[in-house]
């Protein structure tokens, strides 16, 4: 598999160093800020569109493959096509990722592309716990979601330097989906919904 990243992030650098490990038969190329890496051959398209340079290579990309299979990244719900989700669907071959991204989900999401529709899909669902809930609980295997009581609880006896480190990543998901929410102590988030 080729797969071409158009982004600087070191996370996201360092991410695909450590799929290199799992997938040693990957081609895994860095672009240089142009289209020079870019061909027929390559099979995935990752880029952090929230940075305009790469904005404008994903644009010159779909240019001459309007159906490459692209992946696009970024920390706030903005979408990467500027005449909307449903626009995006019908055009492109694309799926969406929101910062931070882990090892798993970025693997997966590779692995799995043509199965799922685009996750991220009609932002004026976003503030609903239900659409991400899922993935969190996929993703963070230490958490459980009570419904009753709203709350995501730690149910692990994973070390302390672990545990911090989920729930501040689950606070940063909470808040780039603009859901409400309280820390009810060093492990547990309450899901405030509004009436």
């Known amino acids: 598999m080729n ?25 895994i190329q ?26 404008n290579l994903l644009n010159e990309i779909i240019k001459i493959n309007q159906k490459q299979k692209t992946i ?17 669907i019908l055009q492109y071959n694309r799926r969406r990722l929101l910062k931070p991204i882990n090892l798993e989900s970025l693997h997966e999401l590779i692995n799995h592309f043509g199965e799922d529709n685009c996750g991220y899909a009609n932002t004026n669902s976003f503030h609903d716990i239900e659409l991400i809930l899922p993935n969190i609980l996929k993703r963070f295997l230490s958490y459980s979601y009570n419904q009753n009581s709203k709350t995501l609880h730690h149910t692990s006896n994973s070390s302390s ?10 606070i940063e998901i909470l808040k780039t989906h603009n859901l409400k929410y309280n820390i009810i102590n060093d492990t547990d988030i309450e899901i405030i919904y509004d009436c």
């Open 3 to 27: 797969i071409l990243i158009i982004d600087t992030d070191n996370v996201i650098l360092n991410t695909f160093n450590l799929i290199k490990k799992i997938e040693p038969n990957w081609n």
């Open 72 to 88: 696009t990244i970024s920390g706030s719900l903005s979408c990467s096509e500027i005449k909307g989700c449903q626009f995006c």
């Open 161 to 170: 330097i672990h545990t911090t480190k989920d729930m501040v990543d689950i």
């Open 30 to 55: 860095i672009s240089d800020g142009t289209l020079n890496t870019y061909n027929n051959n390559i099979d995935f398209v990752i880029v952090d569109f929230s940075i305009q340079s790469n904005q």
